[in-house]
């Protein structure tokens, strides 16, 4: 094993796989630490229980990094249109990505798709180590480079560690980097089911005042759900029998899809916000959910991680063309700064939307609802949530244009 890198990744996850890829395409030599054997195959028809909507910005970075087409290759699932409504009265909004000229709003896609994309690309660079099972023990920063122990007691010297591991990220609290948050009154069951009507490559979704129920259109005519509920009601979800919970699911839905004919079985998520108070120090940056985790409502908790991922790769790559230091905090902050606003107002949004729509205040009810049905009616207002949501919007890294 070679014990000198420039990067060193903790976490080998969407975000973490995606930044390595990135990486690839410098002459920085990247190592990837990951503790859990990723699943690389699986039986042909069956889905996994985890998927992500995935925007046209995320998209491009796939498809800069040539990953794109082995997620093809694997199963992606566009989804053209957009329905959304309120169980308290007659608001909705429907987003048609035709109106923005658009051939799609994004793609569907599993989990394990996106990873084992990423991580065969990752094969094909001599530049990038995915090193598994292993973790980090220790580190230590000295004048030149930072010194990492890992489980098994072989050194490493590395310019920059990345965090790229996950809400309880290692790496974020051995470099004492504090966060905020709180747990929100939910948990997200996931199941993947199929519907008695096509789903029409159409996401629906519909806030209930115990959170909101997501139907993704997938590939093979089947919809993966999210279905955001109190956790004692979660816990029931997932202790149902099939039949039971095909009857529940269809009546929270209102049978907008017929009625639903099978599920598999269930897991359910806790749903929290969280955010790093730094994203960087000296030689130490984070990416994805060890930066901030939000309210997956509009899916977009992968998508920041992505764009993360893809601005850290601009930075630092600039820098190492300028023949600067990677891993200082001059050049690391310039990331913090790019990334960090962008993230909270998402994360704000999405909080304020789950409470918005969690509220059972008369006046509340009605305000929202009429300001559903006012944003279908305004072609600019929607048109500007729709780029939002396509990660249309902002100050792009190279990857993402
Ligand atoms: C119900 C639900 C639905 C969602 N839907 C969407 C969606 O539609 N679109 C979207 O964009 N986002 C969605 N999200 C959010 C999305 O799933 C996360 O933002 C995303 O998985 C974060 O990826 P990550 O790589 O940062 O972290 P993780 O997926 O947590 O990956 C971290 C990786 O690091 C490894 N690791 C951890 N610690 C260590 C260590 N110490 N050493 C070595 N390796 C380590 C782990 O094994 C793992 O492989 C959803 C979330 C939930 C809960």
């Known amino acids: 094993m070679k014990t000198n890198y420039d990067v060193v990744i903790v976490g080998g996850g969407m975000v973490g796989a995606c930044l390595a890829c990135a990486l690839a395409q410098t002459d920085l030599q990247v190592a990837v630490l990951e503790f859990s054997e990723p699943q690389l195959s699986w039986p042909e028809d069956s889905v996994d229980l985890r998927v992500s909507a995935i925007s046209v910005a995320s998209?491009?970075?796939?498809?800069?990094?040539?990953?794109?087409?082995y997620m093809l290759d694997g199963r992606v699932s566009p989804y053209r249109d957009m329905k959304v409504w309120d169980s308290t009265g007659n608001g909705r909004i429907h987003f048609d990505s035709a109106d923005v000229g658009m051939a799609e709003m994004g793609h569907i896609i599993e989990n394990r798709v996106i990873r084992a994309a990423l991580l065969k690309r990752i094969e094909e660079h001599d530049n990038i180590h995915f090193i598994c099972p292993t973790s980090l023990a220790s580190w230590y920063n000295d004048d030149d480079a930072l010194y990492l122990t890992l489980a098994d007691g072989s050194?490493?010297?590395?310019?920059?560690?990345?965090?790229?591991?996950?809400?309880?990220?290692?790496?974020?609290e051995q470099a004492g980097i504090?966060?905020?948050?709180?747990?929100?009154?939910?948990?997200?069951?996931?199941?993947?089911?199929?519907?008695?009507?096509?789903h029409q490559e159409t996401a629906w979704q519909r806030f209930l005042t115990t959170g909101p129920l997501a139907f993704l259109p997938l590939a093979d005519g089947r919809s993966s759900i999210v279905w955001s509920t109190t956790p004692d009601a979660a816990e029931n979800l997932v202790a149902m029998n099939d039949e039971q919970f095909c009857i529940a699911l269809g009546e929270a839905l209102e049978g907008r899809l017929g009625a639903i004919m099978t599920t598999t079985q269930r897991a359910a998520f806790p749903l929290k916000l969280q955010h790093a108070e730094q994203y960087v120090q000296e030689r130490i940056a984070l990416v994805g959910d060890a930066a901030h985790m939000i309210h997956p409502l509009a899916g977009q908790g992968a998508n920041l991680g992505f764009l993360d991922a893809a601005s850290l790769v601009d930075v630092i790559s600039d820098a190492a063309q300028q023949g600067r230091n990677i891993g200082?905090?001059?050049?690391?902050?310039?990331?913090?700064?790019?990334?960090?606003?962008?993230?909270?107002?998402m994360m704000y949004a999405m909080?304020?939307?789950?409470?918005?729509?969690?509220?059972?205040?008369t006046v509340v009810k009605y305000l929202r609802n009429t300001g559903l049905t006012l944003a279908d009616k305004c072609a600019p207002i929607k048109h500007r949530l729709m780029r939002q949501a396509m990660g249309e919007e902002g100050d792009l890294p190279r990857l993402a244009r």
């Open 59 to 69: 998209q491009r970075i796939f498809k800069a990094v040539d990953a794109w087409q």
């Open 351 to 361: 909080d304020g939307f789950k409470r918005l729509f969690s509220n059972d205040i």
């Open 155 to 172: 050194k490493i010297k590395t310019a920059l560690l990345v965090g790229a591991d996950g809400s309880r990220s290692q790496v974020r």
């Open 328 to 345: 200082s905090l001059k050049v690391l902050r310039r990331y913090e700064r790019w990334r960090k606003g962008g993230n909270v107002s």
């Open 178 to 198: 504090s966060y905020y948050g709180w747990p929100y009154d939910q948990s997200g069951v996931v199941a993947v089911v199929e519907t008695e009507l096509p």
